[in-house]
């Protein structure tokens, strides 16, 4: 079974002023075992298609995960931030991530 070592980022929102939020970004690295490896091209709007992938990651959560759960964003994995698609906390407190698509939004 192959391992994960990477970091998990994890999106909150924070108001900063009245009716003004931010959002507030951590990365805490985790390691865990690569539990599905698959890749799959989407056709996109562009001229090339789009990467996805259909990867499970089983991590042991630790105090601040299972506090912070839904503010899970990302995993970076292989030098690429990855959109977390799903959380799976069937098997608690062991997680199951989901990766999908590239992320593109602000990582720490």
Known sequence: MAKFYGAIGYVDEQEKGLDIY???????VYKGDLLKNYRKLENG??????????????????????????AIRYAKWRGTAWKVTLVDASQFPRLILTLGGV????TA
């Open 22 to 28: 931010s959002p507030d970004i951590t990365e805490r």
């Open 45 to 70: 709007e562009g001229v090339n298609d789009n990467i996805s992938l259909n990867n499970s990651i089983s991590i042991l959560a630790d105090p601040y995960m299972q506090g912070h759960m839904h």
């Open 103 to 106: 992320y593109n939004g602000e």
